[in-house]
């Protein structure tokens, strides 16, 4: 076969987001975001890091982007945190929070690095969740679109690739995770979907600012996305795998790109009292919101068997593996007449449970581009793992290096069969707090030297991994 290769123009880089690497949460006029308050409760609960100080990216911000210049990067991926620029969601701008992007993205540029600029990644700023409970509002598309509005504008010629909000589909997987929802709500299931709706007009708000504002400007939504491979080729099993697919891939793919909510997953929620309201004119909104290209996020597929409706099971969405033990996960995501994921017993998985799987990314490329023709980019892919940090400070992460070369194969793979792929930003440029479970699952090419308990000086450490990347970003993954 004739192989293409990566384009000379292909950027190569990675990922971090706001909360889980700057710190500085209450520093220089910056207020909470309900992640600040969320991972307060999780040092409670669990003993894992808070986002306070995180990676203290905020002030190692300099020396993080040399560490990047080192390892070659042409472009780096991260979010803006929306309280550190608007500490009470909307109003007074806080000049000194705006200043902070404005130094990063000169460093950056300074360093030939391309920024790719994430406007939502989880954080929304605390007092619109004491206001109105947040995203459960419609009144968060207005002001979403304020602070939209001004960063895009404020940074129109430094950005070209923008991306709306992070993840929408495990926003509605992890909902209590990914957003601050009161207690006496928790048990309401349509308040998931109501969220994403609200989300969707946010991107598509988002994508038409983008395009208004930016010269040359490039939007998409970042998306964390999983193949769903039937448990057997049972038909009813094959069956339940496309409505997985359906409800949790398609259904967030067919909105941005063509503007509509997937049929039957949309049946199947209406049916159980889970669809979201849907206003008029919101469904021509979202349409004008038309995407550039897909960001993706991938780290594992899923696997997904038949549920019968007198199964005796009842709806549930999630299972988390909070102790990095193999086998603790908590359960798995049920739709009784629908489907029921669960564990696929040909793959290896991490220590969290997450199905370790390359051919996956191949496959949802191939699949992706098939059926929207959008460019894509990768905008996390990466293992969590729990490294060791030798007496001579070297971090040994051979697994991390073989599980990266052979996702960047597949993508390789991908790209010879003619997907258009724009960039590669693994998840993490360097270490930084886990969503879910402390800063002692790592993901980065550059260790940070702390604990959950103690953030002594976040000490910068390359990796193995480090000087593998830097390799292969000087030959252009031509050598893996
Ligand atoms: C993605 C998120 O879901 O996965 C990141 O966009 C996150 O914010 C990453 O850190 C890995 O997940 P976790 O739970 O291991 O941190």
Same mark, same amino acid.
């Given at each position: 076969m004739n192989k293409k290769g990566f384009s000379d123009d292909f950027l190569w880089g990675a990922a971090t987001s706001a909360y889980q690497v700057e710190g500085a949460a209450f520093t220089n006029g910056k207020k909470a975001s309900q992640q600040d308050i969320i991972n307060?409760?999780?040092y409670k609960e669990r003993g894992f890091a808070t986002a306070e100080i995180a990676s203290d990216h905020y002030h190692h911000y300099k020396e993080d982007v040399a560490l990047m210049k080192e390892m070659g990067f042409s472009t780096y991926r991260f979010s803006i945190s929306w309280s550190r620029i608007f500490p009470d969601g909307v109003g007074? /701008?806080?000049?000194?929070g705006i200043q902070f992007y404005r130094n990063l993205i000169a460093e950056l540029h300074a360093n030939n690095i391309e920024p790719i600029v994430t406007l939502y990644h989880y954080d929304l700023p605390w007092a619109l969740v004491e206001k109105y409970n947040g995203w459960l509002d419609r009144q968060v598309v207005k002001d979403f679109e304020y602070y939209a509005r001004y960063v895009i504008t404020e940074f129109k010629d430094q950005v070209k690739y923008w991306t709306t909000i992070n993840e929408q589909s495990v926003i509605v997987q992890y909902w209590t995770t990914k957003n601050y929802v009161p207690k006496e709500l928790q048990s309401n299931n349509q308040l998931r979907f109501q969220i994403n709706h609200h989300m969707n007009l946010a991107h598509a708000v988002a994508c038409k600012l983008v395009h208004e504002i930016v010269p040359n400007g490039q939007v998409?939504?970042?998306l964390g996305y999983s193949p769903v491979y039937p448990l057997s080729s049972k038909p009813e099993? /094959?069956?339940?795998?496309q409505n997985a697919h359906d409800l949790r891939n398609s259904y967030y793919l067919d909105i941005y790109f063509k503007g509509e909510y997937t049929k039957a997953a949309s049946i199947y929620l209406e049916e159980h009292g889970l669809a979201p309201i849907i206003e008029k004119g919101d469904m021509e909104l979202i349409k004008e919101g038309y995407s550039d290209f897909l960001a993706l996020n991938y780290y594992a597929s899923e696997c997904a068997k038949a549920c019968p409706i007198n199964s005796g099971k009842k709806i549930r969405f999630n299972g988390v593996? #909070?102790?990095?033990?193999?086998?603790?996960?908590?359960? &798995?995501e049920t739709h009784p007449g629908f489907y029921e994921m669960c564990k696929n017993p040909n793959l290896d998985t991490t220590d969290?449970?997450?199905? +370790?799987? !390359?051919?996956?990314?191949? #496959?949802?490329?191939?699949? +992706? &581009?098939?059926? #929207?023709?959008? !460019?894509?980019?990768?905008?996390?892919?990466?293992l969590g793992a729990f490294d060791k940090l030798t007496v001579d400070k070297k971090i040994h992460d051979d697994y991390r290096i073989s599980y990266l070369r052979e996702h960047i194969k597949a993508m390789s793979r991908a790209i010879d069969y003619g997907v258009e792929m724009i960039a590669y930003c693994p998840w993490s440029a360097i270490d930084l707090l886990s969503t879910s479970n402390g800063v002692k699952k790592r993901y980065g090419f550059v260790y940070v030297d702390r604990t959950d308990d103690d953030p002594k000086q976040c000490e910068r450490i390359r990796k193995d991994s480090f000087y593998w990347y830097k390799k292969v970003i000087e030959n252009n993954g031509r050598e893996l």
């Open positions: 307060q409760n999780n007074e /701008v806080n000049e000194e998409g939504a970042a099993d /094959v069956m339940a795998a593996n #909070y102790s990095g033990k193999k086998g603790e996960i908590s359960g &798995y969290w449970d997450w199905a +370790i799987d !390359p051919i996956g990314l191949e #496959y949802i490329l191939r699949d +992706i &581009y098939t059926r #929207y023709g959008k !460019p894509l980019m990768i905008t996390e892919n990466g």
